[in-house]
């Protein structure tokens, strides 16, 4: 006789606070998997219950009353089916990470997480208190242990569940994505499923919060850490997978395996699903852009067609006397092939009336940087007008080089609600436009070859301010993903000067850093979450 057992994975989108709807949410997937999937246990994300990461709203008494409702309300109305749920668990003054196992309305098996992770954008010692016990539940005569996320990456706690007589691991989690998360996570899954001997079945969530976004890639491994299914990236569905159990042990059947994503289709579908599910949770009716006819905002307009289809899209060129005749006839022929709204709005009335209301101020002082970046303020003027009268979100267009050095007006192209591409350097942005023309070309070619230039001044070009963006971008990656010193720097084949002085513009810029809009996280380290450098320092580059 073998014992058999059909999990149904539940890759979701939750949405953090709001407790009513992913509990119902719950509810339909745990009815659907098992009428329609005949499955014996449903599994759902890391706090799913409360959506993740809840952040401080965990302190809130409202969120507590409601977790507990929701928790009594799947416990007696689940029937027929196991259901293991992630929530917050309230008990005296802690709270833990936690996670229950409900079967017709008793609990089979109750979780709290071990390791708490507290690095890159995770703060998880600011909330919980970490568990010291193993968890195994039988089901259908295979016993199954649980881990949540964290747990997994190190030997503890899958120790234990193994010590504990668990023959198969479910793992929830709440990982969020960045470049070659997936194939991390599975490398460090691998790692603990040959150190125990048994197979493991991870489920993560999927969707956009605020600046993170979750990419799903569901998988079960075999006890020789062969991946036998993957769900597919990006993609909010219900999967199984069947566990059979005989002399052996436990194994996992083999099942539809979806391929790893090549990195530049992976970070491109992260901005889309990111913004998809900024805009939407925040119940946007649509967005707008200033549309420059250069890369940034060209590859931001095909994002946002991309992720809320073209009649949601609202495109603003706002020419000047130095806007080339190319910007210009870029911008209008993306508009086109996108088929969004298209409005050309001349700034030159505005940008004169300014500076005749400042002549007085501004005399006998030499024309710099200010005009420059009062163009740039009529424009984020004129784009904020918009937006409140429409309704629609202004997404900003710059990118990660920029705001690293502060090659951005505050209060001008830095004004709007969210920044997509954000955490993508300049180099980035060129390999997803070109991965976006490769699908359909919606962005002229000349717009990817020209030299970047902000068009402030005749002639202007970015390298008249910043190094080439091939000597910028890896200086800055070295500094803000891998905190090497100058000396280590100069060390891979840079100028000491022009180190220093990139990482002299990146502390001067802090300020401005502090006032951007949130973006999409994609890299190890963004300016966000998991950047807390000083604004107000001393610190300088020597070394």
């Known amino acids: 006789m073998t014992d058999k057992i059909t999990v149904a994975l539940a890759q979701l989108d939750l949405v953090v606070g709001d407790v009513a709807g992913n509990t119902q949410k719950i509810l339909d997937n745990a009815a659907r998997a098992r009428d329609d999937m005949r499955a014996d246990l449903i599994v759902f994300p890391e706090l799913s219950i409360c959506g993740y990461p809840p952040e401080d709203l965990l302190f809130h008494s409202g969120l507590r009353r409601r977790v507990e409702n929701a928790m009594e309300t799947i416990r007696d109305s689940v029937r027929e089916i196991a259901v293991l749920v992630g929530f917050p668990d309230y008990q005296d003054d802690d709270i833990f990470n936690a996670c229950v196992v409900f079967r017709d309305g008793e609990v089979l098996a109750h979780y709290h997480k071990h390791l708490l992770p507290n690095y890159s954008v995770f703060d998880e010692e600011r909330y919980f208190t970490a568990g010291k016990e193993a968890s195994v539940f039988t089901l259908n005569g295979v016993r199954v242990g649980i881990n949540i996320c964290e747990d997994v990456w190190g030997s503890a706690p899958t120790n234990a569940s193994r010590a504990a007589g668990a023959e198969v691991l479910v793992v929830i989690n709440g990982s969020p994505y960045?470049?070659?998360s997936q194939l991390h996570r599975e490398d460090v899954v691998r790692k603990r499923v040959l150190e125990i001997g048994i197979p493991a079945v991870y489920l993560n969530m999927v969707g956009g919060q605020d600046e993170l976004v979750f990419d799903g890639g569901s998988f079960a491994m075999d006890r020789s850490g062969e991946v036998v299914f993957r769900a597919a990236a990006f993609r909010e569905e219900v999967y199984y997978v069947q566990?059979?159990?005989d002399g052996a042990g436990v194994a996992p059947q083999a099942g539809e395996v979806a391929p790893l994503l090549p990195q530049d289709q992976s970070v491109y579908e992260a901005l889309v699903c990111g913004t998809r599910d900024y805009v939407g949770k925040h119940g946007f009716p649509g967005v707008v852009l200033g549309l420059s006819g250069g890369v940034d905002s060209a590859l931001i307009l095909a994002i946002a067609c991309d992720a809320l289809g073209a009649d949601r899209v609202r495109a603003v060129?706002?020419?000047f006397r130095y806007t080339s005749t190319m910007s210009q006839e870029d911008a209008a022929k993306q508009a086109r092939i996108q088929k969004v709204r298209y409005d050309v709005i001349p700034i030159e009335p505005m940008y004169e009336?300014?500076?005749?209301?400042l002549a007085t101020v501004?005399?006998?002082?030499?024309?710099?940087v200010t005009e420059e970046n009062?163009?740039?303020?009529?424009?984020?003027?004129?784009?904020?007008?918009?937006?409140?009268?429409?309704?629609?979100?202004l997404l900003t267009t710059g990118n990660k080089s920029e705001m690293a050095v502060g090659y951005a007006t505050l209060y001008g192209d830095m004004a709007g609600g969210f920044a997509p591409i954000k955490d993508c350097s300049k180099s980035l942005v060129y390999k997803l436009a070109r991965y976006r023309n490769s699908i359909s070309k919606v962005i002229p070619e000349r717009v990817i070859s020209r030299p970047p230039s902000a068009e402030l001044r005749p002639h202007q070009k970015d390298s008249d301010s910043l190094p080439d963006y091939d000597i910028l971008d890896p200086i800055l990656e070295a500094f803000i993903e891998e905190d090497l010193s100058v000396k280590e720097i100069v060390e891979r084949g840079f100028d000491r000067d022009v180190v220093i002085r990139v990482l002299e513009m990146v502390k001067r810029s802090e300020y401005k850093r502090r006032q951007a809009p949130p973006g999409i996280r994609i890299s190890r380290r963004a300016f966000g979450r998991d950047w807390r450098y000083p604004i107000t320092s001393r610190y300088t580059f020597p070394e």
């Open 178 to 180: 960045e470049t070659d």
């Open 362 to 368: 501004f005399e006998s002082r030499d024309i710099d």
């Open 317 to 319: 060129m706002m020419p």
């Open 374 to 393: 009062i163009q740039a303020r009529c424009r984020g003027l004129l784009l904020m007008a918009i937006s409140n009268k429409t309704g629609r979100m």
């Open 243 to 245: 566990l059979a159990a």
């Open 353 to 357: 009336a300014t500076l005749q209301q």
